[in-house]
């Protein structure tokens, strides 16, 4: 089908609360679903949500294979959600390190489930969920959050752990020490 062009912050569309897919609408879906695959890939994400290309219902896609944006984050299936719903198995939250498609060249540090059951229809309008943990729970909740209107940065406690993904790896290196020992071993 074809990349669309992803909606950035700021465009209220983004703060919207999607649309559930009525039982009559899933003979339309493969078109969406092929748009937001196609632009996943092109972008090098990790996961599109329907709303981040314009299209106000409730239809997320994830997955990695080997993705250079998440390079510690293993693989999760290709997976295909509609109307999904979440349910914490956790009390406590994990926070670490995410990026969004609609912001772009920026990191930040989030709290999310570190467990969820999820569920939802797959594409075909059957029922498909899980127990997940991890950054799968991660994307997920993520995805989950563009259907109801909320970007990753407005659940950012410290906003001193927000900014331009090229700062902030300055950072963590410097942070590193064993980063540090191989670049004196380099320089000899
Ligand atoms: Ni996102």
Known sequence: ?????????????????????????????????????????????AGLAAPQIGVMKRVA??????????????????????NPKITPLTEELESDW?????VPGMRGLVPRFGRIRYSALNPQGEEIGGEVDGFHARVIQHECDHLDG?????????????????????????????????????IQ
């Open 98 to 102: 995410e990026g969004c498609l609609s």
């Open 1 to 45: 089908m074809a990349v669309k062009s992803i909606l950035r912050m700021g465009d209220p569309r983004l703060f919207s609360v999607s649309e559930l897919v009525a039982q009559e609408e899933f003979d339309t879906l493969d078109d969406l679903i092929q748009d937001m695959l196609d632009t996943m890939d092109a972008a090098n994400g």
């Open 61 to 82: 896609v994830y997955g990695i294979d080997i993705n250079p944006r998440y390079p510690d984050a293993g693989q999760i299936p290709l997976t295909v959600l509609v």
């Open 150 to 186: 909320v970007l990753y940065p407005m659940r950012i406690e410290d906003m001193q752990n927000f900014g331009f993904e090229q700062e902030l790896m300055v950072q963590s290196f410097e942070s590193i020490p064993k980063y540090q020992e191989i670049e004196e071993a380099s």
